[in-house]
């Protein structure tokens, strides 16, 4: 069938549709705005028979119709044969590009997102590289932009610097493959600039894929409901010029500073790996319990139904981070998903959780504030 | 349950009377006087009674339904918290706070208004009447229906007392498998209300096979009919399917059978499929008996023959029977095999067809017709225009590249408020307005009317049409706050959602102010021509004084307007 619809995307931000910048944007915005000429087509025929009709017919009660013809089986074999001819081509023009969508070329990069409540983590296949969305420091840039406590620059600036540790980064012109997984609750990936969007669902793997076509900064978003956080689930999506700009930050965002101390890295897990979503450091309470104080406190817990206690000693915290399950703190609900930490991560946040309970303090990161 | 029980009252007494009263006077008591005691409504078996106190029902389930748009309205004002702080503290409670009234929101405009809106409220009252039958087959299932409803709904306001529900009206897995909030009793509520949409549904499919009065065959029968027929059919299918998964739900929650919950073993998607199966066809549910009432509406204050009748009835029966097999377009990113993608947007495309034929043979039957803009028909033209807009943009996300991009954004939300809101509750509210004479037996004040609908539909198209827009822009839906971009768009569905409201406001004033001075309602005041206009406004108890013959619903030739009563009067040709 021809190929009308790619002659009308747009190649700049429209009112309806935000900037294209994939290899699927333009073949869907060509989609989008045939359905959307042929809408406003009819949208605007219906609208002016109705106005017209209304005003040329319009009588005081009592007076009789002009007329009562009732069928005219020219007009509706019309008026039922235009629209499946165009549901027809609609439906042709969508398939084509789904198709597209599904099937990702071989010789792509390979990331994995895996979404938890609430916070995105993206691994690189390259090597092996965990790099967190970092929601919440998003949402402390964004809430300092709103209270005019920094201006737009300095906004930018913070965000690029969040940046360099965090995000989904890529490069643009080569094809992204993209494994989407849940820890928890369903989810879902979505990248208005590119126009792909996945459900993550606990339990299965899902693939989305696309070629990058412009460098910049664009938003990502959690597109299926999943609770609390949902709205502040959200990160952003780098795309670099060429693949070895790329390369150099995937291999300086992926290690750690080895040199720093143990629960200064073990700060940097809690935030990357997304417990500080659920775990506070000042005592509030969130979905988990907080981690002030936590280290040599009593715990209470359950363990397949029954009643326990123990003191939070290293062992302990090991055991909870890698079987989540297992001790379900008292007050608490089983959410906690698990977090493949490496060895050095477990070992570095669990010096953080002991620190915690030396000194207490830390800032809590606002999200919606009053 | 025999069909005897028709004519089996237990409240004879009160038909007696009744009959005694007609004999003496042409105008006797009307089903509303003619017994006084609350035992007489509240175990009446009088369907015009039991849709009466559906309508109050219903519409005061509007109005709760709608302090939670409001609410959810106001809050999205900005991205900055504006109202939850009232009510919470931490942003987090703040959260959870919002997400709770957008699930309230959604589950009490679909389960407890919008489906039992037309069928239940108006369809009781009217169906009866336009088969010229003194009652539905099963009165007392009727009545039965009506408390299931209640409970349903008790279940609801015993939700709102108990910390609310967060899950969303679509209660997804697993989500609402583990959600801290009284996630069940709603379940039981909305399983509950199935029953209840159930028993109307029999309720109806028998009326209509068994009631119909002599000369009246299928294609002689109102518009209105045919189409509550195709809904009931849907709804004795579908809802049992709702009613188990909703179950299956429950013992998840309760005993983690891992039927749905991945960490037990189960499937979520399994979950959707199941609620989609339901709630597919349940939209139609939804927009299918408001459909009948614009076809009545649009012949009858066009005082013309309806246009392309059996294309609209067998559109109808279309819609019912394609509505079962399109469940899968809800569900194109959830990671569902590309085949069945496929062939979900295929068929959905079908649907599309039918609803296309009924806007244009609507349009045809005004053409020539003698319009009068008065304010029902004004919600019968507005339906028109705003359901084009929810049909036209359900084809954008029938179309399996672009619903990659649009579906859980805005544009969703939008597409279904046109469809549920402006074109469902829509023509509910032109059929309160069309039938409120026959209801009530009074007439309201048109002028208020005329500007109550202009105001209503300005403030919808302000609240949705900016929601299209941030929609494919990028804007998730069930965000509690967004990013700065897309604030302007929510300021605008804000405003509108006032506007709405104030027109939602002005007719529930006008509507209360007829029951007390409005001006006595002739037996038939826009001139139509089914039964439900040859018996007097209010009806008495038994529809009619002489058993009815069939008229041709839509020849309105042999009726005359008298200016001095303000009814049409039947013509006595030779
Ligand atoms: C021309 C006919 C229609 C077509 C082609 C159509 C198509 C669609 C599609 C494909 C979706 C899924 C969008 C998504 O989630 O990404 C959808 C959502 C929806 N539609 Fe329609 N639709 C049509 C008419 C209607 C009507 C008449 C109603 C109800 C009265 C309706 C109610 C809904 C609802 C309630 C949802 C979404 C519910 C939710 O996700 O919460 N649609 N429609
Ligand atoms: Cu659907």
New binding site residues.
């Given amino acids: 069938m021809i190929q009308v619809p790619i002659l009308l995307a747009d190649s700049e931000p429209s009112f309806w549709l935000p900037a294209p910048v994939s290899n699927f944007a333009g073949p869907i915005d060509g989609d989008f705005y045939f359905v959307y000429w042929v809408s406003i087509f009819f949208l605007v025929l219906i609208t002016l028979l109705l106005g017209y009709f209304m005003w040329k017919f319009r009588t005081p009660p009592g007076a009789h119709a002009q007329s009562h013809k009732d069928h005219h089986i020219v007009l509706e074999v019309v008026w039922t044969g235009i629209p499946i001819i165009l549901s027809v081509m609609m439906f042709w023009y969508g398939y084509r590009g789904y198709v597209d969508m599904t099937v990702p070329p071989n010789e792509s990069i390979s990331i994995v997102a895996e979404a938890q409540k609430w916070a995105w983590n993206f691994s690189y296949a390259s090597n092996g590289a965990s790099i967190p969305g970092m929601s919440d420091d998003f949402n402390v840039v964004r809430a300092q932009v709103r209270a005019g406590e920094i201006n737009a620059e300095q906004a930018e600036a913070a965000e690029a610097k969040i940046l360099e540790k965090a995000g989904l980064h890529v490069p643009m012109g080569v094809p992204i493959d993209v494994t989407v997984m849940a820890a928890d609750v369903l989810h879902a990936l979505f990248i208005p600039a590119f126009r792909v969007k996945k459900d993550c669902v606990p339990g299965r793997t899902g693939k989305l894929w696309f070629i990058a076509t412009e460098p910049g900064i664009f938003d990502l978003f959690c597109a299926e409901y999943c609770g609390q956080g949902h709205s502040w689930m959200h990160s952003k999506v780098v795309v670099h010029e060429t693949v070895e700009e790329y390369e150099k930050w995937l291999e300086v965002a992926g290690s750690y500073d080895e040199t720093l101390p143990f629960d200064e890295n073990g700060k940097i897990v809690w935030k990357r790996r997304g417990c500080i979503s659920c775990h506070s450091i000042d005592g509030s309470k969130k979905v988990g319990p907080s981690w002030d104080g936590m280290f040599g406190s009593t715990r209470k817990f359950t363990t397949t139904g029954t009643p326990g206690e123990a003191m939070a000693d290293e062992a302990y915290i090991q055991e909870s981070i890698r079987f989540p399950m297992k001790k379900i703190a008292e007050g608490y609900p089983p959410q906690m998903p698990v977090v493949k930490l490496t060895d050095k991560e477990l070992l570095w946040v669990t010096e953080y959780i002991k620190s915690l309970s030396q000194n207490s303090g830390g800032t809590e990161s606002p999200r919606k504030e009053n | 349950m025999s069909q005897s029980e028709t004519d089996a009252r237990p409240d004879s007494d009160e038909v007696k009377s009744a009959a005694a009263a007609t004999t003496s006077d042409e105008s006797g008591p009307s089903y509303l006087t003619v017994t006084k005691t609350f035992s007489s409504w509240a175990f009446t078996l009088d369907h015009k009674r039991i849709g009466l106190m559906y309508l109050i029902g219903v519409l005061f389930m509007f109005l709760l339904g709608g302090v939670f748009a409001l609410l959810v309205r106001t809050e999205l004002f900005s991205p900055l918290a504006m109202i939850t702080p009232l009510f919470a503290d931490t942003a987090e409670a703040q959260a959870d706070l919002y997400n709770k009234w957008f699930t309230t929101h959604g589950a009490i405009m679909v389960f407890l208004v919008i489906i039992p809106g037309v069928p239940a409220a108006l369809g009781n009252f009217i169906l009866p009447l336009l088969l010229g039958a003194k009652d539905v087959a099963f009165p007392r299932l009727n009545l039965g229906s009506f408390y299931l409803w209640v409970i349903g709904a008790i279940f609801f306001v015993y939700v709102l007392f108990s910390g609310g529900i967060d899950t969303g ?2 209660f997804y897995t697993p989500y609402s498998a583990e959600s801290g909030t009284a996630v069940i009793p709603a379940l039981i509520g909305v399983f509950i209300l199935g029953f209840s949409s159930i028993f109307t549904g029999l309720n109806f499919i028998v009326t209509i096979h068994k009631m119909r009065p002599k000369g009246m065959t299928w294609f002689k029968m109102p518009l209105f009919l045919w189409a509550t027929y195709s809904t009931a059919v849907i709804q004795v299918l579908a809802t049992p399917v709702l009613g188990i998964t909703l179950l299956l739900l429950i013992l998840e929650r309760s005993l983690g059978i891992g039927i749905f919950d991945p960490r037990n073993g189960g499937d979520p998607v399994l979950f959707q499929h199941f609620f989609w199966f339901y709630s597919h066809p349940a ?2 549910i ?2 299918v008996p408001p459909m009948g009432v614009v076809s009545e509406l649009i012949a009858t204050h066009s005082h013309k023959r309806i246009f392309g009748y059996t294309y609209i009835a067998f559109s109808s029966v279309a819609i019912a029977i394609f509505s079962f097999l399109v469940w899968g ?2 569900m ?1 990113t959830s990671g569902q095999s590309t085949t069945m993608s496929i062939i979900f947007s295929g068929i ?2 079908s ?2 067809i039918p ?1 296309a034929i009924k806007v244009f043979n609507w349009l045809a039957t005004m053409y020539k017709g003698a319009i009068v803009l008065n304010t029902a028909m004004l919600y019968g033209i507005s339906f028109i225009f705003l359901f084009t807009i ?2 036209l943009t ?2 954008f ?2 179309v399996l590249s672009i ?1 990659t991009h ?3 954004t805005y544009f ?1 939300v939008a ?2 408020h046109y ?2 809101m402006g ?2 509750l829509v023509g509910f509210i032109g059929g309160l307005h069309h039938w409120w004479p026959k209801i009530t037996g009074k007439m309201y004040d048109e002028f208020l009317g005329r500007i109550g609908c202009i105001l209503v539909f300005i403030g919808f198209n302000l609240t949705f049409i900016p929601q299209f827009v941030m929609g494919s822009l990028g804007m998730p839906r069930r965000y509690y706050t967004y990013a700065d971009k897309f604030e302007v768009y929510h300021q605008l569905s804000t405003v509108g959602s006032y506007v709405m409201a104030a027109g939602f406001f002005l007719t529930a004033y006008y509507l209360i102010q007829s029951l007390i001075s409005g001006k006595k309602a002739p037996m038939n005041p826009w001139g139509g021509n089914s039964l439900e206009w040859h018996t007097p406004s209010p009806p008495p108890l038994e529809n009619f004084h002489t058993v009815p013959v069939a008229t041709d619903p839509y020849d309105y030739e042999g009726l005359e307007y008298d200016p001095a009563t303000g009814n049409y009067d039947t013509k006595r040709t030779g």
């Fill in positions: 009206w679509t939209v139609y939804m927009i377009h809800h194109f959905t495309f649907v599309g609803s929810g049909g359900g084809l996300l029938g619903d649009l579906h859980d969703v597409h279904f469809v549920m074109s469902g």
